[in-house]
């Protein structure tokens, strides 16, 4: 059984206490929502659990690794609440890179994950002349590659129609029922059985 692990965890920014003392454990096929007021930490959060940023205090691991070493990392997905493409790059190509960052399956294909999230007649498409909701369907095509065992999603939902946020939920629901651990942050109503982590 997987064990993932917060403790103790802190995080200050300047003068401002985001928060303090985290302690949460989150077991296979769990999806926890981290909600909290606007400017109460959960990028941050979500930041801290990737491996990205540091807490000021506490530690995280997942089956006993902890977040600085690379048996961590390669459990680890983050995609963040901003498209990280380049938009001089087509479709296919910033894929392409992404995949070159994270621990993805190597028997699926790129164009496979574009045709789930619908943007099969877009990958020579340079990213510049996408909409906000198809750079993000870009990002999120990383769901399906992904062989990460948890998944740190940060407003996965943002500039997505209904349609795009149900596939979404859909692919989050399949990860949980394989046994993957996911995080996540919304604004949105949500669809999926999820525990809550408030900060």
Same mark, same amino acid.
């Not at 996911?182 to 525990?195: A, E, G, I, M």
């Given at each position: ?22 302690? *949460? ?42 977040? %600085?070493s690379?048996? *961590? ?8 609440h ?5 938009? %001089? ?47 993000r ?16 999603? %940060? ?5 997505? %129609? ?15 029922d ?22």
């Open positions: 059984m997987s064990l993932f692990k917060i403790k103790n965890l802190s995080c200050q920014k300047g003068f401002n206490l985001l928060f303090k003392q985290i302690n *949460y454990t989150a077991h296979d096929s769990e999806i926890i929502q981290i909600k909290g007021l606007n400017g109460k930490g959960k990028t941050s959060l979500l930041r801290i659990l990737s491996g990205l940023s540091k807490p000021d205090s506490g530690y995280i691991s997942f089956n006993n690794s902890l977040s %600085d690379d048996e *961590y990392q390669k459990d680890i997905l983050y995609l963040g901003n498209p990280s493409i380049s938009l %001089d790059l087509n479709v296919i190509e910033n894929l392409e890179y992404l995949r070159s960052l994270n621990n993805t399956d190597l028997n699926l294909q790129s164009l496979h994950a574009l045709k789930k999230l619908g943007l099969a007649n877009f990958q020579n498409e340079f990213c510049l002349n996408l909409s906000a909701g198809q750079k369907r870009v990002i999120l095509s990383m769901l399906v590659l992904s062989k990460s065992k948890v998944w740190l999603l %940060d407003e996965p939902f943002t500039a997505l %129609d209904s349609l795009g946020i149900e596939l979404i939920e859909s692919l989050i629901k399949q990860h949980s394989n046994g993957g651990i996911c995080f996540f942050t919304s604004h949105q109503t949500s669809s999926l059985n999820f525990k809550e982590l408030v900060l």
